[in-house]
């Protein structure tokens, strides 16, 4: 089964920082799924990739996928307090429907 | 467009009781899915539905589980004889697969059970 690394576990920045986080998956990757939780609620959807070398930016974020390292990167300018919280991938299991997920990344920000 | 809705947010039961949530998915969505997430860990996925059809199920979901879907809109999950294994937090997320393979799945705010 495909199984998504994800890292560093955790991460504590200063406010005004960049930050990246990255997904690692054991399998190709046919597409990947960014979302962010805050404790104890559901998923934000941030992004999608699909193609190998495909880069989408939303605000301040910006999410990259090299299918040749089967590996997603997510990229925080000038990080702010309201982007902490749990950043998780997630990738569907060939041609299922359902996604498989890592175990997610904790941000914090100190203002 | 409300997005997905759960209910209850939150259900503290006793061990043996059984547990039912609901979720509504957004109106034109004709996928629901439900996941498990325990402390720590990304969310595992239990089961889908197509319209009405229950699709796929995981080996997660044990005999104890039961997912309803009966007019492809709103879905139940029901838990019998609920364990303390069973705590977790409760995902609904639904999507409407597009073309290229692009299928967003959103999600709701979770059900947070505790079994004491």
């Known amino acids: 089964s495909q199984e998504l690394e994800q890292s560093p576990q955790s991460l504590i920045v200063q406010e005004g920082k960049n930050l990246t986080i990255n997904c690692t998956s054991s399998k190709t990757l046919y597409g990947l799924y960014w979302y962010k939780q805050k404790y104890g609620e559901g998923l934000i959807f941030l992004m999608m990739l699909q193609k190998g070398g495909e880069e989408k930016s939303h605000e301040k974020i910006t999410a990259k996928l090299d299918e040749k390292k089967q590996q997603s990167s997510l990229h925080i300018t000038a990080s702010q307090p309201s982007h902490a919280g749990i950043y998780l991938c997630?990738?569907?299991?060939?041609?299922?429907?359902?996604?498989?997920f890592g175990k997610g990344i904790t941000l914090s920000v100190r203002p | 467009d409300t997005g997905v809705s759960q209910d209850p947010r939150h259900k503290i039961t006793k061990r043996g009781q059984n547990v039912t949530f609901r979720c509504d998915p957004i109106?034109?969505?004709?996928?629901l899915y439900w996941y498990r997430q325990t402390l720590g860990q990304g969310p595992e996925f239990l089961t889908y539905f197509q319209n009405e059809a229950q699709l796929e199920k995981s080996r997660l979901l044990s005999d104890r589980f039961s997912a309803e879907r009966p007019k492809g809109s709103f879905s139940t999950l029901e838990i019998q004889r609920t364990e303390q294994g069973d705590s977790a937090m409760y995902l609904c997320?639904?999507?409407?697969?597009?073309?290229?393979?692009?299928?967003?799945?959103?999600f709701g705010p979770g059900t947070r059970l505790l079994v004491l």
């Open positions: 997630g990738a569907h299991t060939g041609a299922n429907s359902k996604l498989t």
């Open positions: 109106s034109e969505h004709n996928r």
């Open positions: 997320a639904s999507s409407y697969p597009g073309g290229g393979g692009q299928e967003t799945q959103y």
